[in-house]
T-cell receptor, first 113, second 108 residues
């Protein structure tokens, strides 16, 4: 158990819909990362937040957005969903030490029908 | 980002040592070498990291070449539970750039 929790575990929705994925980091970790894992693209970094502020952006679509709240939990919002958005979404947290070791949650499996 | 090259797959017998190689010829001076693994149906899991010197922890050992252009993750006694995809990642910033990794099969 990494100490990172993600909800829900599974999510099934239809094209065009909007969903929110939630992540609670390990106690004391200020940084949260979101990654997407699909069969064809592998594990890809989406976005990072540090203590409520966006720190880095990766291959995140404009239809996707994220935020980190004062209690440090984070939400990833996916809108106008397409079939190709079906994937595993992982959240990771770290204490931003150097080097940065990240601890991953169990993931949310999103299926878009 | 500096790139890493790993074999697509490797096979090992249970209770034998496993040496997982990684080439990173364009590594820069500030890149740490990280290894993560992903067991089936789970999120990635940190294994070990190093900068210049060899490192040991309870999970594995990391041997780093003197010129830092390659490294080897060593599992001293493979178990069935070690069957996973192992990723070698160069990290000089914060976001991890996962490649395809090495899929390790452990046979009884």
């Amino acid at each position: 158990d990494s100490g990172v929790t993600q909800t829900p575990k599974h999510l099934i929705t239809a094209t065009g819909q909007r969903v929110t994925l939630r992540c609670s980091p390990r106690s004391g970790d200020l940084s949260v990362y979101w990654y997407q894992q699909s069969l064809d693209q592998g594990l890809q970094f989406l976005i990072q937040y540090y203590n409520g502020e966006e720190r880095a952006k990766g291959n995140i679509l404009e239809r996707f957005s994220a935020q980190q709240f004062p209690d440090l939990h984070s939400e990833l919002n996916l809108s106008s969903l397409e079939l190709g958005d079906s994937a595993l979404y992982f959240c990771a947290s770290s204490d931003q030490g150097a080097p940065d070791t990240q601890y991953f949650g169990p993931g949310t499996r999103l299926t878009v029908l | 980002d500096a790139k890493t090259t790993q074999p697509n797959s490797m096979e090992s017998n249970e209770e034998e040592p496993v040496h997982l190689p990684c080439n990173h010829s364009t590594i820069s001076g500030t890149d740490y070498i990280h290894w993560y693994r992903q067991l089936p149906s789970q999120g990635p899991e940190y294994v070990i990291h190093g900068l210049t010197s060899n490192v040991n922890n309870r999970m594995a050992s990391l041997a780093i070449a003197e010129d830092r252009k390659s490294s080897t993750l060593i599992l001293h006694r493979a178990t069935l539970r070690d069957a996973a995809v192992y990723y070698c990642i160069l990290n000089s910033g914060y976001a991890l750039n996962f490649g395809k990794g090495t899929s390790l099969l452990v046979t009884p």
